[in-house]
């Protein structure tokens, strides 16, 4: 792992060169009136690393032959030091760009935002007959794409991995650099606005990312046929032309399932992991879609027995039912009211229990 204890010291004049076939750039300029030109490049993950490495030498090699020099490279952090963020580890998201790199390595340029550099002198010329451009880059920076580069260096670490320099070879990614010069306060506020904006979005929640996999467009589809409007996104409405009697979040449908499965408090204490360490095991390949009404209707009719119900205590009385193996109990009210006010009774008696606890514990 990308060690970030290491003292950070302000960038130096750092070089690098690689190589750009005719086809893998575009250019652009700010204005018609600018000479100053800024690119975006698809570049093989070992250039990437071996430009990002304390080897200033390997790092103006660019017509490296042998992959396997880039093997030891360790990532220079002074050329993060105009990123927003440290790194922050093992989340799901720099977990996954290890995942692509090692099963889908050709995929990675599709999967992933890409870097962006500022760099104070750029210098591109023609090689081979126009066919390739060499990139010369002098007191660059990396403002945007410190998380995916720390992963990239964390992969490449990977002993274990025989693979991972054939890989790190066949992966691409899209780079954005950004001529800025660094001799007026004007350019200086325009890299850190390049810093700002590159690294600001609107938030995206795990589960909007998952609104769009394919077995969420496929629950949508089935639940349509059975007038229920399942709500992938916020701010679904649905067709306009088609007829809904209920309506479903993905998030709750997503407890309601996993509740049913048998992991009622995973709901309650853990319902964030719901769309990323227990996704597969909520709509896996093994999930019914048949049962997913049957489950809706049931959660609905708990939620109806007393409004003051939370979701959190309806997808426990759900597991309760689901437990005692009950079938049809929706048609025997007794037994259906007696099984919800047990669970509601021993609901409340834990919440007494861990309040008593608390106070206990504050006694001494």
């Known amino acids: ?159 274990s991995n025989e693979e991972r320099i054939k890989n790190l070879r066949t992966a691409k990614i899209l780079i954005r650099i950004f001529k800025v010069s660094d001799d007026d306060e004007g350019a200086c506020i325009l890299k850190s606005r390049i810093a700002e904006y590159t690294n600001s979005q609107n938030a995206i929640k795990v589960s909007d990312l998952k609104s769009i996999d394919y077995k969420q467009i496929q629950i949508e589809n089935y639940l349509k046929q059975k007038g229920i409007l399942y709500v992938r996104k916020a701010g679904d409405v649905g067709e306009i032309s088609a007829t809904y009697e209920k309506r479903i979040p993905m998030e709750l449908l997503a407890k309601i399932i996993y509740a049913y499965q048998g992991n009622p408090e995973k709901v309650t204490n853990q319902k964030r992991k719901l769309f990323t360490n227990y996704y597969d095991e909520i709509f896996g390949d093994s999930l019914d879609l048949d049962q997913l009404v049957p489950m809706i209707e049931l959660f609905h009719l708990i939620k109806n027995t007393d409004n003051t119900l939370t979701e959190q205590e309806c997808c426990y009385i759900l597991y309760v039912i689901r437990k005692e193996k009950s079938k049809d109990l929706e048609k025997k009210n007794t037994q259906f009211y007696f099984v919800v006010e047990k669970s509601r009774t021993n609901i409340q008696t834990r919440g007494r229990n861990k309040q008593s606890s608390k106070n206990h514990t504050k006694e001494f």
């Open 1 to 159: 792992m990308v060690n970030d204890t290491v003292l950070w010291i302000e960038s130096k004049e750092k070089e690098c060169s690689f190589i750009v076939r005719t086809g893998d750039f575009l250019k652009c300029n700010r204005n018609e009136l600018s000479t100053e030109n800024s690119y975006v490049v698809k570049l093989s993950l070992i250039d990437v690393i071996r430009i990002m490495g304390r080897n200033d030498s390997l790092a103006k090699e660019y017509n490296i032959e042998d992959d396997e020099k880039v093997k030891k490279s360790v990532l220079d952090i002074s050329l993060l030091y105009d990123n927003v963020r440290g790194y922050l580890g093992e989340t799901s998201f720099n977990l996954n760009i290890q995942k692509t790199l090692k099963e889908e390595p050709e995929n990675f340029f599709m999967f992933n935002n890409g870097l962006t550099f500022v760099t104070t002198d750029l210098n591109v010329s023609e090689q081979n007959a126009k066919t390739k451009y060499r990139f010369s880059l002098k007191g660059f920076q990396l403002v945007n794409g410190g998380q995916t580069i720390r992963s990239i260096y964390d992969y490449l670490n990977d002993s």
